[in-house]
């Protein structure tokens, strides 16, 4: 079993809609929670970062992190084209303190 | 955020060649570094930790004879393809670590040897 499961995709939804991306994990030392947003051909960009379990809200974007089920998501509210992109799930014991252990990426695409 | 400037985005070599790749903090100092490694479809897997001023902790499968990882300065870490060979084709993406412990990360550079 990998440490990090994310589904591969592609997802395609149309544009206003909310989109739910997800993660499982295995290490139950994880207590710090990343998502990153990758345009192809460059480096990841941090949309969101959290500890432990909760919710955290920035603007369209809510990450949801559930610990007892080693489960975490990233919901975006009012999709837009320019969401198109892979995001990333990514996590660690220390923050960014350690190298960060990721998911494959799932591969969003916002149809207008 | 802060900025991360990873040079060149492309290179192209001949096999056995060597390539350095340049992984600068723009607007912070960073004393820890990060190279990752991505194939095609695959997930950024941690390759080694750099910290300045003292040897890289390479994870285990990494060869640090042929990977070879200096952080000289608190902006600056680079990794060396030595003896690059196609199967070393890839993409390797730096992050610098902040004062805050986040990770932010270099545009990355796409290797493709001949």
């Known amino acids: 079993q990998k440490e990090v499961e994310q589904d591969p995709g592609p997802l395609s939804v149309p544009e206003g809609a909310i989109v739910s991306l997800n993660c499982t994990y295995s290490?139950?030392?994880?207590?710090?929670f990343m998502w990153y947003r990758q345009y192809s051909r460059k480096g990841p960009e941090l949309l969101m970062y959290?500890?432990?379990?909760g919710n955290k809200e920035d603007g369209r974007f809510t990450a949801q992190v559930d610990k007892s089920s080693k489960y975490i998501s990233l919901f975006i509210r009012d999709s837009q084209p320019s969401d198109s992109a892979t995001y990333l799930c990514?996590?660690?014991?220390?923050?960014?303190?350690?190298?960060?252990?990721f998911g494959k990426g799932t591969h969003l695409i916002i149809q207008p | 955020g802060a900025v991360v400037s990873q040079h060149p985005s492309r290179v192209i070599c001949k096999s056995g060649t060597s390539v350095k790749i340049e992984c600068r903090s723009l607007d912070f100092q960073a004393t820890t570094m990060f190279w990752y490694r991505q194939f095609p479809k695959k997930s950024l897997m941690l390759m080694a930790t750099?910290?300045?001023?003292?040897?890289?902790?390479?994870e285990q499968g990494v060869e640090k004879d042929k990977f070879l990882i200096n952080h000289a300065s608190l902006t600056l870490s680079t990794l060396t393809v030595t003896s690059a060979h196609p199967e070393d084709s890839s993409f390797y993406i730096c992050?610098?670590?902040?004062?805050?412990?986040?990770?932010?990360f270099g545009a990355g550079t796409r290797l493709s040897v001949l």
């Open positions: 750099s910290n300045e001023g003292s040897k890289a902790t390479y």
């Open positions: 290490n139950s030392a994880f207590q710090y």
């Open positions: 992050s610098a670590r902040t004062s805050l412990n986040i990770q932010y």
């Open positions: 990514a996590m660690s014991a220390r923050g960014g303190a350690d190298g960060l252990t």
């Open positions: 959290t500890y432990s379990s």
